[in-house]
T-cell receptor, first 114, second 112 residues
Framework: ETGVTQTPRHLVMGMTNKKSLKCEQH?????MYWYKQSAKKPLELMFV???????ENNSVPSRFSPECPNSSHLFLHLHTLQPEDSALYLC?????????????FGQGTRLTVV | GDSVTQMEGPVTLSEEAFLTINCTYT??????LFWYVQYPGEGLQLLLK?????DKGSNKGFEATYRKETTSFHLEKGSVQVSDSAVYFC???????????FGSGTRLQVQP
């Protein structure tokens, strides 16, 4: 399998649940990203990882907890979410977060918080 | 700081019409420029890119030329199809930045 793969594609969770989103890239890239895409809002960058080290955290609430165990895998752990956190969560990777290169995106996880 | 401005949507066209989606940018360095496309229920796919002034990116009949003098990267297609209906995002990657900067997206609807 090639490219960037996200699982699950769809997730419904209650506000007291704990769940995790998974992202895997098979491109040999060193940088990985989490974005949030809400209806009628611009794409929001959440976290940036470079060689498993978090290099950017854009004031994201602590109920979102990222984890990058190696350069191919990225997780987003979710707990005590709010209904306004319902959105499409997109993972992306790029060769190097400092280089002027494109990012490759997964298909996203559609999250609904009830 | 860096920013990307796109025309508001939706843009509604008939099949075989000419498409232009405007994109202008501000950047502190010498950015690379990109167009991404998002089909319903999917993630973003890279459509085309240009890495320096006067470069033309092209793919699937879409084109965009990196115009440094007007800080623009307008997306064009000579004859759109219903299958081109999607949201189009203009983006840039600038030196010293940690991630792409995206525009707000422009929804294109092509009617048969």
């Amino acid at each position: 399998e090639t490219g960037v793969t996200q699982t699950p594609r769809h997730l419904v969770m209650g506000m007291t649940n704990k769940k995790s989103l998974k992202c895997e890239q098979h491109l040999g890239h060193n940088a990985m990203y989490w974005y949030k895409q809400s209806a009628k809002k611009p794409l929001e960058l959440m976290f940036v990882y470079s060689l498993e080290e978090r290099v950017e955290n854009n004031s994201v609430p602590s109920r979102f907890s990222p984890e990058c165990p190696n350069s191919s895998h990225l997780f987003l752990h979710l707990h005590t979410l709010q209904p306004e956190d319902s959105a499409l969560y997109l993972c992306a990777s790029s060769q190097d977060h400092r280089a002027l290169t494109e990012a490759f995106f997964g298909q996203g996880t559609r999250l609904t918080v009830v | 700081g860096d920013s990307v401005t796109q025309m508001e949507g939706p843009v509604t066209l008939s099949e075989e019409a000419f498409l232009t989606i405007n994109c202008t940018y501000t950047a502190t360095g010498y950015p690379s420029l990109f167009w991404y496309v998002q089909y319903p229920g999917e993630g973003l796919q890279l459509l085309l890119k240009a890495t320096k002034a006067d470069d033309k990116g092209s793919n699937k009949g879409f084109e965009a030329t990196y115009r440094k003098e007007t800080t623009s990267f307008h997306l064009e297609k000579g004859s759109v199809q219903v299958s081109d209906s999607a949201v189009y995002f203009c983006a840039l990657s600038d030196t010293g930045r940690r991630a792409l900067t995206f525009g707000s997206g422009t929804r294109l609807q092509v009617q048969p």
